[in-house]
């Protein structure tokens, strides 16, 4: 058992949480984590409709008795989705937990805390988790430049972000971009987090909603098989290698606009991937931590053996090289 201000906090059992991802973080996935007594977030988006989000809240409460968290993921957009409409569902159905991500929350803050609901704001930079603080979130889960997704712009790895948003932060923060073991665990409660965030490796576990072939493909890939999409529009996002990835790069590096490439990285087609198993039929999320990634456990066995090899760590080769006593010289 390893405690944290996290876990006294936001009442999980471990310190480690399954933040939102669009097409995978469905009921199923997230009933598991919660089973494993780790915090799983439903994407809300990913449901098409606010409508259809209260359903998949109540098939997870038929899958599990304990918390589970719902990621709304704010983003400017032509056409932008009803989040006041989400917002609602998700107050409505009672969930207790939300993961915010993308734009600035505090539209949303008041509505969330007048009904008790604690929120978790995701970022990217220091500058912004202090921002996210200053608002009255509840966490933040900062993102290192290893992490699926979008990144953000100014390329800081966590082992640089994570020490240096502790430093400035006084509310739990977790760790995320780069972990999926025990070692990471140990890492980021050493680098001043209250636990880890994990996207990818909760893809490659039995429960995932997502085709075999992605699993498989999370498995054989090493930490190198990713690509950075998007710089030029100062949107980056780390999605895996693959025919489709290297060509929206190739393009935007030859000076195509954004409506080049707009059919290329349809939503659409990244779904694609997950439900045909097709790697090259669209884009598709994946952190450089995939080179960590050597099987596909049920979540239960996961968790389980992240926090009891993290014990191991920190009580055995942790305390051993702290308990060997110096021999003073003559």
């Known amino acids: 058992m390893i405690r944290t201000r996290f876990t006294e906090e936001f009442g999980v059992e471990h310190p480690v949480v399954q933040g939102g991802m669009q097409w995978v973080g469905r009921a199923p996935l997230v009933a598991a984590v919660a089973n494993a007594g780790a915090l799983g977030f439903i ?8 409508e259809d989000l209260t359903t998949e809240i109540a098939r997870c409460r038929e ?3 304990r918390p589970f968290g719902v990621n709304l993921t704010i983003l400017p957009a032509i056409n932008p989705p009803p989040y006041a409409e989400y917002r609602q569902a ?11 991500a993308g734009s600035n ?3 949303h803050l008041a509505h969330f805390h007048a009904h008790g609901i604690k929120v978790i704001h995701k970022c990217t930079s220091v500058r912004h988790a202090v921002k996210a603080e200053s608002l009255g979130v509840d966490a933040v889960s900062i993102d290192g430049f290893e992490c699926a997704g979008h990144p953000g712009e100014d390329d800081i790895p966590g082992l640089v972000l994570i020490p240096a948003a502790a430093d400035r932060l006084t509310i739990p923060m977790i760790a995320s971009g780069g972990f999926a073991d025990a070692r990471g665990l140990v890492a980021a409660l ?5 636990g880890i965030n994990m996207g990818t490796r909760f893809m490659a576990t039995v429960e995932s909603g997502i085709h075999d072939n992605v699993k498989q493909r999370l498995v054989e890939a090493g930490e190198r ?7 030029q529009l100062r949107n980056t996002a780390r ?3 693959n025919a489709v990835s290297r060509e929206v790069v190739a393009r935007l590096n030859g000076g195509a606009a954004f409506e080049e490439v707009r059919d290329l990285v349809a939503g659409a087609r990244g779904v694609g991937v997950y439900e045909t198993g097709d790697l090259d039929r669209g884009i598709w999320s994946a952190g450089m931590v995939q080179g960590l990634i050597r099987d596909i456990p049920t979540c239960a066995d996961l968790v389980s053996r992240i926090v009891g090899e993290a014990v191991e760590i920190i009580r055995g080769r942790l305390g051993d090289a702290v308990g060997a006593q110096p021999v003073a010289a003559g």
């Open 239 to 241: 999605v895996a290698d």
């Open 63 to 65: 899958l599990t008795d």
């Open 225 to 231: 098989d990713t690509q950075l999409i998007f710089r």
């Open 190 to 194: 050493a680098l001043g987090a209250d």
């Open 43 to 50: 994407t809300a988006l990913t449901q098409p409709t606010p």
């Open 90 to 100: 998700i107050i409505d159905a009672g969930v207790p937990i939300v993961e915010t």
């Open 105 to 107: 929350p505090a539209e």
